[in-house]
């Protein structure tokens, strides 16, 4: 019926998309999605819900068939035309949301699960559990729980772990057949605020060790600019724009991108030379070949790309501040222009800004510019 | 979100499924098939003046055992659940303990307590009374419905009490009621669908029940139908009868229905998990206990205590009761595989149900669910028609009778099951997927293992419901197969009044047998 995929090259892109689709009940869930990803790489797929994200990574694990569209895995074709491999041929690790751990399996038979030789009974499992007669871990499955540092874990069941453990195990389980690539949902939403940063970096940091290229996906923006080397951002079924962290945070292509990716002033300008002029004065411009001069656009500046200075005025329709909220390693002020427009600014704490401050801003780095839509 | 890996792999179960319901549609098709060729002289003579009667019967004994279930469910309910009544939690258990005698066996407890030539008749004799009020007829089959089917109500109340938000007790309180006020003017009126449910139940149980009625011998339609069809007659009229019986408990069925559309809108949110306060009884303290002892008394110790008397009367006599093991190793065999074949029924359908929610799902979940509706002599005598026709060689089988067992309790198995399937997160089985499983390795190293617990439940509900099964084991089991049930029926009809006790004792202690894998799974599921 179906077999593993074949004629792999070893110089490859572990995953090629190409012009993926896929509708529900005449609902469009994907348009003509493509990308690459080379063997080692993180892409985080950031957006809203409903915007086909987590629907791109179950037409990548097998669980879902796209309309239209190519996908290769190790340059094998799994997805294409009539062809459709199923899951358990597509050589891609999956760490479900909720992790999905096997609840009638210890920690090590969760992980040897995937692997040749771990299609064992359970209940044989069970019976020689029962007997004082279980087989050690296998090394591959000793090195995996090395990998993600819960060495002494083997014997725990499911039940027996924390959220971060249970995750690490789902990691292990996944990683340890070798996968071509490995798909993460949400992989921190079912954990603990406080614990997602550090986390973060472990799962970085195995992902790499492993050398497996990894798609994951989020609508935490914070989660997809420091977790992935490349962020795809998704919108209505569509990527919008993939690039690196810092591309889509500092160049983003469209105004959606720029506000989804972090926070964001807009302010109204007419370009001019290599820049526009805006109410807070000539701001550069990263990206000016966006309309003739004098054109009507909507500029970007990121709240940490202002300062402001003090400064005394007496007119009360003079810039001032309306408010500041302390978060202890800044603090983000807000500032009502002459025009009424409000925007945001944020700042180290070394200063305490008091509402009703007059304030003068001064535009640190260079925005971005959209032409406007109507 | 479709999940293409059942779309590849569900013919098979959609087959299993379909075929599954379409075994427990049989009987229902048959009936409908058979009556509609009835000729009018059959629809004349069901509607004879008798038909009206047994009609009247019915529904007069049903109505009576009900709204005295609910009478005794209520104050028991609230007594053991909301005031500080001493020994709460014994008595909680203890009040349910009831449903594991069959109401055939209490019947025959209360014929042999108080019936002519019976304990009590035997003990007044000494003091010159010759005759004590007839026990037979109506009062005794009330009585024995009563006392062994009110704590099917009681569950369900129970139930409801505890989703209640006790804040409303509390609001009522406040506003000057007192314990007793607040139950009956804020708990009880929001207690209205769990009541509705729970008579449900009793009263589903009462038109379908043929044992209590038939040793009471009151004539029901289910006692009518048993006797027409001993005494060979025409199948068309007993077709028709049959589905005015069936009828009857549509109507129940529907009056249900529509009161729990109108109780939706009425339906609190999930109450808080905080534990309400009880309320004090004070100088009520003893006629509770009094009252708790008493139901206790007669619902549970008399009945075990009169089949132990009869039993040592036996036993002093040189009874050697012949047969008795032969029966209980018959009874075991045609559970077991009661139990297996329900379950067995009932996978393919709870994993359509849950995975494959749908029109044709529904459907079938619907169809599976006849058998919850037909009273077990109306399915025997369908399905002995049946086979007849169209099978003939599986007339007077053991397979035969499984196959009415899994019509009749197919229901139970599928909750069951259904329940433990929920709990496999769909990722999991994708999960095992992608670690190169196939569906059918996934279905057997992942989902079975996970949802076992609630298979062997499943197993044992049906298990123990077979045991206590009567009118079908009594009219299609093969001639030389006989178990407890209908052993203890025969005796019981020659007046072998200490072989039948032996045999009910007998029964009780194999029926407990599969409640403590019940309760056993339930502590597991707990922790």
Known sequence: MSSAPSRSEAGAPAIRVSGVSKSFRGTVALSDVSFELARGEILGLLGPSGCGKTTTLRVLAGFERPDAGVVQISGASVVGGERWLPPEHRR?????????????????????????????????????????????????????????????????????LSGGEAQRVALARALAPRPAAVLLDEPFSNLDQHLRASLRWTMRRILKAANTAAVFVTHDREEALSLADRVAVMQQGRIEQIGSPDDVYYRPRTRFIGSFVGDANVLRGRLSHSGAETELGFVMLRDESRGGDGAAVDVLLRPEQLE??????????????????????????????????????????????????????????????????? | ????????????????????????????????VRAAQADADAWDRVFAESTLRLLLNTVALTVAVTASSAALALPIAWLTDRTDLPLARWWRSIAIMPLAIPSYVG???????????????????????????????????????????FPYLLIVLRAGLRDLDPGMEEAARSLGQSAWGAFWRVTVPQLRVPLAAGC??????????FGAVSMMQYDTFTRAIYVRFSAAFDRSSLAVLSLVLVALVFVVLAIDWSQRRDARYHRLGSGAARAPRLARLGRFRWPALTG?????????????????????VGLRAGETFPGLGGAALNSVVASGAAGAATVAVALPIAIVVVRRPGILARIVDRVAYVGYALPGV??????????LRVIPDLYQTLAALVFAYVVLFLPQAISGVRASLVRVQPSLEEASRSLSRSAWQTFTGVTVPIIAPGLVAGFALVFLTTMKELPATLMLAPIEFSTLATRLWSNQEDVFFARAAAHALLLLGCAALPMIVLFGENRELRA
């Not at chain 2, 035997?122 to 009330?142: D, K």
Request: glycine content about 8%.
């Open chain 1, 308 to 374: 402001l200075k003090r400064c005394e005025a007496s007119d009360p329709e003079y810039t001032r501040i309306v408010s500041s909220e302390y978060y202890g390693h800044d603090q983000i002020v807000r500032v009502r222009l002459t025009s009424g427009t409000e925007i945001e600014a944020r700042l180290r704490t070394d200063i305490v800004w008091l509402p009703g401050d007059p304030v003068d801003v001064v535009v640190l780095d260079e925005g971005v510019a959209f032409p406007l839509t109507e």
């Open chain 2, 378 to 387: 109306v399915v025997a005598f369908a399905l002995i028609f049946f086979t």
């Open chain 2, 1 to 32: 979100m479709s999940a293409l890996r059942w779309r590849s792999q569900l013919p098979i179960v959609w087959l299993l499924a379909l075929a599954g319901a379409g075994v427990a549609a049989i009987p229902l098709v048959y009936l409908i």
């Open chain 2, 107 to 149: 019947a025959f407890a209360l014929i042999i307590a108080f019936g002519p030539s019976g304990s009590l008749q035997e003990l007044l004799a000494p003091l010159g009374v010759e005759r004590i009020p007839e026990i037979y007829g109506f009062i005794g089959a009330w009585l024995s419905l009563t006392l062994f089917t």
């Open chain 2, 292 to 312: 708790m002892f008493v139901v206790a008394a007669i619902s549970l110790l008399a009945p075990i205590g009169v089949l132990l008397h009869w039993l040592a």
């Open chain 2, 200 to 209: 449900l139940l009793v009263a589903l149980y009462v038109i379908s029940d």
């Open chain 1, 92 to 160: 891609i690790g999956v760490v479900p949301q909720d992790f999905a751990l096997f609840p009638h399996l210890c920690v090590a038979e969760n992980v040897a699960f995937g692997l040749p030789g771990g299609h064992r009974a359970w209940w044989r499992a069970r019976w020689s559990r029962a007997l004082n007669r279980t087989r050690p871990p296998s090394p591959r499955v000793l090195e995996m729980l090395n990998l993600v540092g819960l060495s002494g874990f083997a014997e725990r069941f499911p039940h027996e």
